[in-house]
């Protein structure tokens, strides 16, 4: 089946035809910033009981079935491959199998789920779940083997490491009939596969497709499935995003296909465009794009603008370099090569800028903190913050009491100094930022990269010797009776705040007279 070309806006010499590679792999997002490589070989395996795994596949039916209504039916899916070491790929469009009542046979109930890294809660993390498709039982040694290999390569790549904490990955051992994939080497071949992974999709060679459905289902046997990759078994490269779906595939023992899908992360995660010229000759002719690493503005007008990458231009390796977005002339990108324009190289200052601030608009910095409250807290409760934390940096905190910030209050924990304060209800709140110098845009700090928790505490009226919410004579009685005595009840040894000093002098009398007949 013939696939829509995009065109971009581009005076193209006759004769081209421009085919748009766009996002796919967004679920490689995820794995690029997955924890410790050497937990990964032990991982953690948890069997699931058959009431827990009709549970999670009816949960899996009900999330195809909004699938498919959002998509009416019909999935684009993104694909790239090199050619000549150039990057090359396109877009078609594939229609979905109208959902079902069960999307698997009973025979998940024999796959087991390993969960490699396990960096906290799946409420603020992003649960990445690995599937393989063609590999038999004897080679699930092998397609743990190809998992790890892809993990690796990931993770050296800037600034996926750096966030590698924020991310949870499972692998899910799937046990095909027959090993390999369909139309693997060459088209014909078929072969019974749990996921039915095919090349030649759509009459696309290097096009691979899954059930989509399938591959929902087995997900499900994880704790939680944010992003799914599928590895065929296979050498053969090629790949497939799934737009909207949150699913992508890769040949599991190709390493060039993993570098690719680099690249293509930058499209799905990132929301960077590509920085190479598609067609020698063609300009770009079209209005300001919103990605952030192309621009019709050179280096100069940006500064005097404002606008795109001006906040990097002190740095050697970036400028406006004119050729992007498959033109080559009219339209800018920030450095001479990246993993935008060409494999092999890091993805540079003003994209890693772009990955770091679209970690925080999934994740919140606050991974956990004291419990909110309906009503006014104690003045003397011990409150706690438990921020994210990155790989080579920490975040920062700052306490407040009424929005004023309290000098070193920096750490996880915090009590107001609230003998300082006026009897009544004062605000506490903490803000927790990543001031990472990888992110020099401070609007999209304060709006993705910042977070802030507040409470309320009753300062109480600690003059108020009898309790009766007033400061009157009924307390002058009770100091009286305890003129330079130990503490009784109820006590009249109410200074110096906030645990008295165990006896009943001046100290207290200054205190009850400093809030005579209060309120």
């Excluded at 009816?58 to 070491?85: K, M, W």
């Excluded at 060039?256 to 300009?283: I, K, P, R």
């Excluded at 977070?451 to 009157?472: C, L, S």
Aim: hydrophobic content about 40%; charged content about 20%.
């Amino acid at each position: 089946m013939p696939f829509p070309s995009f065109k971009p806006t581009c005076s193209i010499p006759s004769g081209n035809i421009c085919l748009r590679s766009q996002t796919f792999l967004s679920v490689l997002t995820w794995i690029l910033v997955t924890g410790i490589l050497p937990l990964m070989a032990q991982g953690h395996k948890s069997p699931l009981p058959s009431s827990e795994v009709s549970a999670r596949m009816e949960a899996a039916v009900e999330r195809y079935q909004a699938l498919y209504e959002r998509t009416d039916g019909e999935i684009s899916v993104y694909y790239d491959y090199l050619e000549n070491n150039q990057l090359a790929g396109g877009i078609t469009t594939l229609i979905l199998p109208e959902p079902v009542e069960s999307l698997m046979p009973e025979a998940l109930l024999e796959w087991s789920v390993t969960t490699l890294i396990d960096n906290g809660p799946s409420a603020n993390r992003v649960d990445v779940v690995l599937l393989g498709d063609g590999y038999t039982e004897p080679e699930l040694a092998d397609y743990a083997t190809h998992v790890n290999n892809v993990l690796t390569l990931f993770l050296q790549e800037e600034p996926l490491a750096a966030y590698a904490s924020y991310v949870n990955v499972h692998r899910v051992d799937v046990i095909s009939n027959e090993s390999g994939v369909d139309n693997d080497p060459v088209e014909g071949i078929l072969r019974d596969t749990a996921l039915d992974m095919r090349y030649f999709c759509g009459g696309i060679e290097r096009l691979l497709c899954i059930s989509v459905s399938k591959a929902m289902a087995a997900a499900a046997l994880a704790p939680d499935a944010d992003q799914i990759l599928a590895l065929a078994n296979s050498t053969k490269y090629g790949g497939a995003g799934y737009a909207s779906s949150d699913l992508a595939t890769l040949a599991g023992n190709n390493s060039a296909s993993v570098e690719v899908a680099l690249h293509e992360f930058g499209h799905s995660f990132g929301n960077l465009a590509d920085e190479y010229h598609y067609y020698d000759g063609a300009t770009y002719t079209g209005s300001e794009p919103m990605q952030a690493n192309i621009s019709i503005y050179n280096a100069d007008q940006q500064l005097a603008l404002q606008r795109k990458w001006y906040r990097w231009l002190d740095l050697s390796e970036v400028d406006a370099f004119e050729g992007a977005n498959y033109c080559q002339y009219g339209i800018y990108r920030p450095t001479n090569y990246s993993k935008m324009r060409s494999l092999g190289y890091p993805f540079q200052a003003v994209n890693v800028e772009q990955f770091v601030i679209n970690f925080y608009k999934v994740l919140s910095p606050i991974d956990d903190a004291t419990p909110s409250s309906g009503f006014p807290l104690p003045a003397d409760t011990p409150f706690f913050v438990t921020p994210l934390q990155p790989v080579d940096h920490a975040l920062d905190i700052q306490w407040s009491v009424d929005d004023e910030a309290t000098p070193g209050a920096t750490d996880t924990h915090f009590t107001a100094n609230w003998c300082r304060l006026a009897p009544g209800i004062h605000e506490v709140s903490v803000t927790v930022v990543d001031n990472t110098d990888r992110v020099r845009d401070e609007s999209a700090r304060a709006t993705w990269m910042t977070e802030t928790r507040q409470w309320q505490i009753e300062v109480p009226f600690r003059a108020d010797i009898t309790g009766d919410g007033h400061v009157n004579l009924a307390d002058v009685v009770v100091l009286q009776q305890s003129w330079l005595q130990a503490p009784s009840d109820p006590s009249a040894d109410i200074a110096p705040c906030p645990v008295g000093d165990n006896k009943i002098d001046l100290y207290d009398f200054a205190l009850l007279a400093a809030y005579w007949l209060y309120p």
